[in-house]
Nanobody
Framework: VQLQASGGGLVQAGGSLRLSCVASGIMFRYNHMGWYRQAPGKERELVARVDTSGSPNYADSVKGRFTISRDNAKNTVYLQMNSLKPEDTAVYYC???????????????WGRGTQVTVSS
């Protein structure tokens, strides 16, 4: 299984980025997908997840600013991030689980992460 995340970078506050994560080695359409992030000195936290039907869930801190979506034909999950804030700075990871869950320990495959840095 491979999850290849891309799209991170440096952006000014108020800007936008779109992360992508291409999955291989799994039956993508039957797996739930999540984006997590980890800032220096902090625990990894859920940002957003999308279930196999395309229904999303978001952390309160990103509601109204971030949008998660999936394209089963491309085995890809996206995270559109708008109105970025300095506190969004973190390494962002995509992950997959066969369970309809937000529990981090139930995500069994992880990508290597992509750095997002938001300057003030």
């Amino acid at each position: 299984v491979q999850l290849q995340a891309s799209g991170g970078g440096l952006v000014q506050a108020g800007g936008s980025l779109r992360l992508s994560c291409v999955a291989s080695g799994i039956m993508f359409r039957y797996n739930h997908m999540g984006w997590y992030r980890q800032a220096p000195g902090k625990e990894r936290e859920l940002v957003a997840r999308v279930d196999t039907s395309g229904s999303p869930n978001y952390a309160d801190s990103v509601k109204g600013r971030f949008t998660i979506s999936r394209d089963n034909a491309k085995n890809t999950v996206y995270l559109q991030m708008n109105s970025l804030k300095p506190e969004d700075t973190a390494v962002y990871y995509c992950a997959t689980t066969p369970y309809d869950s937000i529990l981090i320990h139930e995500y069994d495959f992880w990508g290597r992460g992509t750095q997002v840095t938001v300057s003030s």
